[in-house]
């Protein structure tokens, strides 16, 4: 089996900031994506990226940049933290075979 | 585009009872669904999975049919526990393909009570 880790598991900024959440996968998968999570909005598909160096737009890119650094990693920037936002940022990757892996979370809060 | 309706957002039942998740779809492909589990700040994990038309799958304790004359994927169980309290997702794959991106629903947060 693998894992995903997802670092920082809780990130507070500033309004206006840029921050960044980083996910690593040791399952060796080519496909890894960036969701996000809020109450009573099911996940939505911010990016995804289908091998290292792809990157994938999804419902949600506005506001967002994200990096595949190498095979292993996907790095998703905040470019412009709103004021009041809250939001759990979930990342997962897939072998291809249907089933997506997630990891536990970034929960973010902007003050 | 394709989307997925999950119209109940919150169930709460007794332990004991069965319970059923509603899930519907729409797609111009043929339809790939899936049930994701969530419980309590836990990662989302896959619980079933299904593109065949009118075969029942089950993992758990938990069963789901996909009825494409009615666009329709429902998650049922004959006897809740305590342990089933969670969030759960119905999820689409994009362009009817296993290797899709997935839209997921809503959500549906169902709480069992002794």
């Known amino acids: 089996g693998g894992i995903i880790t997802q670092t920082p598991k809780f990130l507070i900024g500033q309004e206006g900031q840029k921050l960044t959440l980083k996910c690593q996968q040791n399952?060796?998968?080519?496909?890894m994506y960036w969701y996000r999570q809020d109450s009573g909005k099911g996940l939505r598909l911010i990016y995804y990226?289908?091998?290292?160096?792809?990157?994938q737009k999804g419902d949600l890119s506005e506001g967002y940049d994200a990096s595949r650094e190498k095979k292993s990693s996907f790095s998703l920037t905040v470019t412009s933290a709103q004021k009041n936002e809250m939001a759990v940022f979930l990342c997962a990757s897939s072998n291809g075979e249907a089933e997506q892996f997630f990891g536990p979370g970034t929960r973010l809060t902007v003050l | 585009g394709d989307s997925v309706t999950q119209t109940e957002g919150l169930v709460t039942l007794t332990k004991g009872l069965p319970v059923m998740l509603n899930c519907t779809y729409q797609t111009t492909y043929s339809p790939f669904l899936f049930w994701y589990v969530q419980h309590l700040n836990e990662a989302p994990k896959l619980l079933l999975k299904s593109s065949t038309d009118n075969k029942r799958t089950e993992h758990q304790g938990f069963y789901a049919t996909l009825h494409k004359s009615s666009s329709s994927f429902h998650l049922q169980k004959s006897s809740v526990q305590l342990s089933d309290s969670a969030l759960y997702f119905c999820?689409?794959?994009?362009?009817?393909?296993?290797?899709?991106?997935?839209?997921f629903g809503a959500g549906t947060q169902l709480i069992v009570i002794p």
């Open positions: 990226s289908i091998t290292e160096n792809d990157l």
């Open positions: 399952f060796n998968h080519d496909t």
């Open positions: 999820a689409l794959s994009d362009g009817g393909s296993a290797l899709g991106r997935l839209h």
